[in-house]
């Protein structure tokens, strides 16, 4: 892919580096400790307004004998992968990377 700018991350870096520009918008609050449920759509139907959180404390609930809510998974159908590749030796010297994209579903 000549003349295709690339540029190789670690996944945490990813995630680290996104979720601190995410959390220096004064739109939004990140809150330790609570996993996301659902997102709110905006009132005009485009956008995201919101989330519902569903806080980890389902297991506080179970050592007090109270029994935990019903949870619902729904697969977004998303995945990510990763994988160390060795160059061929037949002059591969000169790659600055390499980039393999899957068949689109």
Do not use: N, Q
């Not at 307004?49 to 506080?60: I, N, Q, S, T, Y």
């Not at 159908?77 to 899957?102: E, I, V």
């Amino acid at each position: 892919m000549r003349g295709t700018p690339y540029l190789s991350v670690l996944r945490e870096l990813l995630d680290t580096t996104l979720r601190r520009r995410i959390a220096d918008r004064s739109a939004v609050t990140v809150l330790p400790r609570h996993e996301v449920s659902g997102l709110v759509a905006a009132s005009a139907g485009r956008g995201v307004e919101g989330v519902r959180l569903r806080e980890r404390g389902a297991d506080w609930l179970d050592e007090l004998g109270s029994p935990a809510p019903v949870t619902e998974r729904i697969d977004a159908r998303l995945g990510y992968s990763s994988r160390y590749f060795r160059r061929p030796a037949d002059g591969a010297a000169t790659w600055k990377a390499m980039c393999r994209r899957g068949p689109r579903p």
